[in-house]
């Protein structure tokens, strides 16, 4: 059965999985061709939608990803970005009542 395929990617956690497992090993992943890679022989790769969020006020971490998303869309041709809003979340700890500001992407 032949098909035509389109590949969603939530940036947030892709990032912070791969880091998580590997360090920095994966950090400059190519996308579309990990998805070509997971195609059956009969499909075919129409588009890769990566979903992230730009940081702010993180300057060496924000330069880095402007250069992975520019070099994503230099170089993957079926890849379009779709930027979202980034968000702090404030979350209080149920056990000492400290408050802290996590990330949270929407």
């Known amino acids: 059965m032949a098909g035509r395929v389109v590949v969603y990617i939530d ?7 791969l880091k998580d ?6 950090m400059w992943l190519d ?17 890769v939608n990566y979903f992230s969020a730009r940081i702010r006020g993180a300057e060496p971490s924000a330069d880095r990803q402007a250069a992975y998303i520019d070099a994503l869309t230099a170089h ?31």
């Open 31 to 47: 996308l579309q061709r990990l998805a070509a890679r997971l195609l059956l022989p009969e499909q075919q790769l129409v588009r």
């Open 11 to 17: 940036g947030f956690n892709l990032y912070n999985g």
């Open 76 to 106: 993957c041709l079926l890849l379009e970005v779709v930027e979202g809003r980034f968000q702090e979340k404030r979350v209080d700890c149920r056990n000492c009542g400290h408050r802290r500001v996590s990330p949270a992407s929407c």
């Open 21 to 26: 497992k590997h360090g920095r090993k994966y």
